[in-house]
């Protein structure tokens, strides 16, 4: 192939493309229904189409672009009623003679198409619109030319009509003028003859114009008649198309009542299924909140008669301690020399002693940041000093490094952890 060749058969692919462009007018994806025994069967997520065709006439297919399988298509007719439907502007609804799927006789169906977006709904409004005001140009257009072919028909008629009424006005006159002559020229007999034959002529004539004149007169009843029918099937056909016009608007009303209905339904099951969660939910909420309020009032009552017990346990131990020591000093155990620095040196271990009353080792942590920030392995030591207030120190036995310390405080809430989490404060935090 030539380059001449190629540029060519570009060219007219080019232009095929062009035709095929203008006469697309919409062409963009919805979700599409149409009504079914009362209820919206969906027909699937398509794109709709609005074509121009070589007629000049405006049509509507519904195509699923996977398949390239028309779903439904129809005409558009000025006739058709486009409406919004209730509560959105991305949703429309119209009824029209329509033929879906395979089959090859139209069925008066009901659609209702959702678009994604509502300015692609307004252009879709827009778009078949237009196609109904070129369908109303187009038809009164051809009524046009259909009235004017009948002026020219009637105006023809006319002229005939009167053509053949001047010829038969010119005939007569010349006739009669001959036959003057005739009587002038000839005897009387001839005259009586030419007379007599005229007459018949005449009468002919006459019989003639008698018969044409039925004929007429038969022609403007049958014209009349004719003209009758006519009215009444045009008057018949009004009717029918108000009919017609009356059912879509039923329909369309019953359909967007329907669809309000739906919406309605809809919105109505999800406010409940909405409240039955929130109400799940709360329930969840108070109930967590109560087993952890119960789960602090059950720890601080643990730790309350356990901190009680090891007291009075710690004391009764304390004072066993002192008595046997006190029995001891009594019976004069202690050795003679350094006694007194002895005795110094067990009254201060047990004083020192009286003052602790909890030393245990533990793993401590300290919230920082929303984490937990682990401090070490340290010895917890409860201690009750000469002023006879409590406080706890975190001590590092290793190196007798005191890493954090607390007067202890009534109104301080000691809380059992849960397993992986910790409440404190109120707040729970991941452990």
Known sequence: MCQAEMVLLLRVEEQQDTKEKEMVRFDEKAEIFHEKEQNWDKLGICNIVILLDEKQKYEINMINKENDRIIASHPVIKETQLLPAKGTDRCYVWTTEALLGDSREEKKTTFFVRFKESDTASLFQEEFQKAQSHEKQHEEMVKGKDKQNTA?????????????????????????????????????????????????????????????????????KLAE?????????????????????????????????????????????????????????????????????????????????????????????????????????????????????????EQQDTKEKE??????????????????????????????????????????????????????????????LKELTAVTYGRRKPY
């Open 225 to 345: 008649e004719r003209a009758a029918k006519l009215a009444e099937e045009r008057a018949a056909k009004l009717a029918e198309e108000k009919a017609a016009k009356l059912a879509e608007e039923e329909a369309a009303k019953l359909a967007e009542e329907k669809a309000a209905n739906l919406a309605e339904e809809e919105a109505a099951k999800l406010a409940e299924e909405r409240a039955a969660k929130l109400a799940e939910e709360r329930a969840a909420k108070l109930a967590e909140e109560r087993a952890a309020k119960l789960a602090e009032e059950r720890a601080a009552k643990l730790v309350e008669e356990r901190a009680a017990k090891l007291v009075e346990e710690r004391a009764a131990k304390l004072v066993e301690e002192r008595a046997a020591k006190l029995d001891v000093k009594v019976r004069g155990d202690v050795p003679s020399g350094d006694g007194t620095s002895v005795e110094v040196e």
């Open 152 to 220: 020219e028909e009637k105006a023809a008629n006319l002229a005939e009509e009167k053509a053949a009424n001047l010829a038969e006005e010119e005939a007569a006159k010349l006739f009669e003028e001959e036959a003057a002559k005739l009587v002038q020229e000839k005897p009387a007999k001839l005259a009586e003859e030419r007379a007599a034959k005229l007459a018949e002529e005449r009468a002919a004539k006459l019989a003639e114009e008698k018969a044409a004149n039925l004929a007429e007169e038969e022609a403007a």
């Open 355 to 416: 003052m602790v009353r909890f030393d245990e080792k533990a793993e401590i942590f300290h919230e920082k940041e929303q984490n937990w920030d682990k401090l070490g392995i340290c010895n917890i030591v409860i201690l009750l000093d000469e002023k006879q207030k409590y406080e706890i120190n975190m001590i590092n036995k290793e190196n007798d490094r005191i890493i954090a310390s607390h007067p202890v405080r009534k109104e301080t809430q000691l809380v059992l």
